[in-house]
């Protein structure tokens, strides 16, 4: 069964760079598409992009220009950075599997992990 | 995008009750439609994909369907274990959420 761990710091300045790490378990990371969605306080859930277990990517549209999301095989891993973040990036940041196409729905979650952008 | 409109936001209801969530979508999205549950500090858990397919593990009690671009969750028969918040989610193209609707005893 496979199980999903988010880790990273849980505080992060403003202008800073956020930085998530998933680590799969119970299975392999080959095959796959891998996910980082996030939810502010209290409100509902946004996708932030994908990796493949290739290395293909793709990005929400809204996030695009400050995100980088990319897999180690090696370690079974994959990872988030949010450049220039502000408070309107505090969220649980959750990280996510899933197929493509129609396919794109997420199963299984990680716990997720809460991230608070202030000074 | 397209967006997709979740309601009621929020619902009040009793064990037993019959309830059902609707969710429309902006656009055609065939039958790439999902739906979540969330416990408060909990991740999401699928409970249903492409419109009406059951989890392995999901009560038969929750159903799925569609008419159009609306879709609806149905749980039948409410247990005290499905008070929870419940997200849609399309898969059609570049995935997004309905803003959720959180379902309350009554």
């Known amino acids: 069964q496979v199980q999903l761990q988010e880790s990273g710091p849980g505080l992060v300045k403003p202008s800073e760079t956020l930085s998530l790490t998933c680590a799969v378990s119970?299975?392999?990371?080959?095959?796959?598409?891998w996910s980082w969605i996030r939810q502010p306080p209290g409100k509902g859930l946004e996708w932030i992009g994908y990796?493949?277990?290739?290395?293909?990517?793709n990005y929400n549209p809204s996030l695009k220009s400050r995100v980088t999301i990319s897999v180690d095989r090696s370690t079974n891993q994959f990872s988030l950075k949010l450049s220039s973040v502000t408070a309107a990036d505090t969220a649980v940041y959750f990280c996510?599997?899933?197929?493509?196409?129609?396919?794109?729905?997420?199963?299984?979650w990680g716990q997720g992990t809460l991230v608070t952008v202030s000074s | 995008d397209i967006q997709m409109t979740q309601s009621p936001s929020s619902l009040s209801a009793s064990v037993g009750d019959r309830v059902t969530i609707t969710c429309r979508a902006s656009?055609?999205?065939?039958?790439?439609l999902n739906w979540y549950q969330q416990k408060p500090g909990k991740a999401p858990t699928l409970l249903i994909s492409t419109t009406s397919r059951l989890q392995t593990g999901v009560p038969s009690r929750f159903g799925g369907s569609r008419s159009g671009t609306d879709f609806t969750l149905t749980i039948s028969s409410l247990q005290p274990e499905d008070f929870a918040t419940y997200y849609c989610q399309q898969s059609y193209s570049i995935p997004t959420f309905g803003q959720g609707t959180r379902l309350e005893i009554k």
């Open positions: 119970g299975g392999s990371i080959s095959g796959y598409y």
């Open positions: 996510a599997r899933h197929r493509l196409g129609g396919d794109m729905f997420f199963d299984p």
């Open positions: 990796v493949y277990f290739g290395g293909s990517i």
């Open positions: 656009q055609s999205i065939s039958g790439y």
